[in-house]
């Protein structure tokens, strides 16, 4: 056995909880964007002879998307519980592999890669969590817009991350490591 049950239950869980953060990103910064939906807004409502300032459009844009974003906020639930699973494997249950010290320079480069990527994972739990609760822990506005900024700049890693990890799966599959995709499912070597 090479990936453990529960290493491939929570690679596949986290695939999916991370492709679907990245999505509610990807809604909030386009069909949902505030500011795109409150120009339509105020156009639309000016030809049925309805007139609001912009201010007001931007009040009916962010209540529709809001229901879209609580889905960042779930999926950051999950998403903190796969990021706590994850250490425990760790500690107590770290697949066997092969020591990193007798890995090529590329397999090193790609464990590297993962440890970058685990790394932003926490960072971007922690973060979020700050943000989200920030008046509970006593921040100001100023400090939890800052840490936003952050989490938002952390998050191009991650969007540069995943199609990378894809593609170099799919290389390396069709490459020297017949059956890769296959051990993330099976656990088999
Ligand atoms: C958002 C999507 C994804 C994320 C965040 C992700 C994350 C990861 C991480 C962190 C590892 C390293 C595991 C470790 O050794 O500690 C890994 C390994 C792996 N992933 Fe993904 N993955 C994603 C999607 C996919 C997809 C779509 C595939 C299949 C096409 C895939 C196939 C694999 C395979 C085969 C490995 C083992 C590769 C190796 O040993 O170097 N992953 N993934
Ligand atoms: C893979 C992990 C994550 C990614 C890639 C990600 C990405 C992002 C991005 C890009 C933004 C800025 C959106 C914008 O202003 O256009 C954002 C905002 C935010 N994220 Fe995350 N995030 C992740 C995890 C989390 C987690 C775990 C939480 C915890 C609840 C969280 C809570 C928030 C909050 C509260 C905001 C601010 C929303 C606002 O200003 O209204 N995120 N996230």
């Known amino acids: 056995m090479k990936y453990s049950l529960g290493f491939r239950v929570w690679h596949w869980l986290n695939a999916f909880v991370v492709f679907g953060l990245l999505g509610t990103v990807f809604l909030r910064k386009t069909f949902l ?5 409150a120009e339509i807004l ?8 309805i007139e609001i300032t912009i201010e007001q459009a931007k009040v009916l844009a962010k209540a529709i998307r809001s229901g879209m974003w609580e889905w960042h906020i779930i999926l950051g639930y999950a ?18 592999k092969e020591p ?18 685990y790394a ?9 969590f700050i943000i989200y609760f ?10 939890a817009h800052d840490i936003k900024e952050v989490h938002e ?18 290389i390396a599959e069709n490459r020297d490591e017949k059956g890769l995709v296959s051990t993330m499912i099976n656990g088999h070597e």
Request: proline share 2%.
């Open 100 to 117: 990193f010290s007798t890995l090529t320079l590329h397999k090193k480069a790609v464990q590297a890669l993962y440890y970058v990527f």
């Open 33 to 37: 964007s505030y500011k795109e939906n």
């Open 153 to 170: 700049f952390v998050y191009t890693f991650i969007l540069v991350f995943v199609p990378l990890h894809i593609a170099g799966v799919i």
């Open 79 to 96: 998403l903190v519980f796969l990021v706590a699973y994850r250490i425990y494997l760790f500690v107590v249950a770290t697949p066997k």
């Open 134 to 143: 920030y008046e509970a822990l006593g921040l100001s506005k100023e400090i």
């Open 120 to 128: 932003t994972l926490l960072f971007m739990s922690i973060s979020g």
């Open 42 to 49: 105020m156009g639309k409502l000016h030809e049925i002879g």
